[in-house]
Nanobody
């Protein structure tokens, strides 16, 4: 089992940047494919980005490509989401998740463990 704790959320003006962190504890972090999701009020949770176990491969959804970057540091048991050029529509609760199976996991059902989330609010 693995426990995930997100941090780094907050209030930022449109055009600004934030870096989210997700610290993992429990089983070996490098065993898991990691992902970021977000859920805005009244909307379903949506996929943002995923990263392979080694960190060598990443994939982001089209709405954040060129603005968001996912990375990981297996020595620190942490996955990051660097968010630049933030827009009001990026406002949501951001969750990290860990998947024990697969390579690049984009579907929620592919993830086994979830963090509680961190709020990101972008003011326009």
């Amino acid at each position: 089992q693995v426990q995930l704790v997100e941090s780094g959320g907050g209030l930022v003006q449109a055009g600004g940047s934030l870096t989210l962190s997700c610290a993992a504890s429990g089983r070996t972090f490098s065993y898991y494919v990691m992902g970021w999701f977000r859920q805005a009020p009244g909307k379903e949770r949506e996929f943002i980005a995923t990263i392979s176990r080694s960190g060598g491969r990443t994939y982001c959804t089209d709405s954040v490509k060129g603005r968001f970057t996912i990375s990981r540091d297996n020595a620190k048991n942490t996955v990051y989401l660097q968010m630049n050029s933030l827009k009001a529509e990026d406002t949501a609760v951001y969750h990290c998740a860990a998947a024990a199976f697969g390579e690049m996991v984009v579907h929620q059902k592919g993830y086994d463990y979830w963090g509680q989330g961190t709020q990101v609010t972008v003011s326009s």
